[in-house]
């Protein structure tokens, strides 16, 4: 499984998500025009966890998860529904939240970075 795809696999699995976005959910692009909400997730780390022979253990995989909306409140309901679904998961976690806003597009966004350990 390539990085991110367990990610994108667990939310497109969690009903309250699709409830949600649907089958709304993209890594790094989403095509103009799509209805909202809808959520665009991109690596923005890969980090191999590495014995001292070298050996590749583990790997720390961090995406920045963009939760669009028309509005705050649906922005935020996305990104509320993808943290419970992700931690969830007891090894993987949602280490940081933040707000953006597109004044093109008129959209609200709420972006999570998570941690993800494949």
């Known amino acids: 499984?390539?990085?991110?795809a367990a990610f994108r696999a667990l939310i497109a699995a969690d009903s309250p998500v699709?409830?949600?976005v649907?089958?709304?959910?993209a890594q790094d692009r989403i095509d103009q025009g799509k209805s909202r909400p809808f959520v665009?997730?991109?690596i923005s780390a890969i980090e191999p966890q590495r014995m001292l022979d070298g050996t590749v253990i583990k790997t720390r995989?961090?995406?920045d998860v963009q939760c669009w909306g028309d509005t705050r409140l649906s922005a935020d309901a996305v990104a509320d529904a993808i943290t419970t679904a992700v931690?969830?998961?007891v090894t993987q976690s949602v280490s940081g939240r933040s707000t953006a806003y597109d004044g093109d597009l008129d959209l609200e966004a709420t972006v999570?970075?998570?941690?993800w350990w494949e």
């Open 61 to 63: 995989v961090t995406l």
């Open 22 to 25: 649907g089958t709304r959910i």
């Open 1 to 4: 499984m390539s990085h991110g």
């Open 112 to 115: 999570l970075v998570v941690e």
């Open 18 to 20: 699709v409830a949600l």
């Open 87 to 89: 931690r969830a998961v």
């Open 40 to 42: 665009v997730y991109g």
